[in-house]
């Protein structure tokens, strides 16, 4: 589990974003596979290397969406409301 979820007080709809979007990413990854890919990307994403795997995304809108999906900072986190 993620240090950021670790250290999380709040497990309220903003951890589930956080978590759909390392799901998101995960997903659409070209670099990560297996069945240990969950686990890399979020030693990838606590290793601050998170620019460099969004830059890889082609499509704009997917982007967006899992880089505010990923925010640290779960009062600048995507919304589910």
């Given at each position: 589990m993620s240090?950021?979820?670790?250290?999380?007080?709040?497990?309220?709809?903003?951890?589930?974003?956080?978590?759909f979007g390392l799901s998101l990413l995960e997903m659409i990854s070209s670099d990560v596979s297996g069945t240990h890919a969950f686990k890399v990307l979020t030693k990838i994403i606590n290793k601050g290397e998170k620019?460099?795997?969004?830059?890889?995304?082609?499509?704009?809108?997917?982007?967006d969406i899992i880089a505010k999906s990923l925010e640290e900072d779960p009062d600048c986190r995507a919304s589910i409301d």
């Open positions: 240090q950021l979820l670790k250290d999380s007080t709040d497990d309220s709809a903003k951890v589930d974003v956080y978590c620019q460099e795997i969004l830059s890889s995304i082609i499509d704009d809108k997917l982007r």
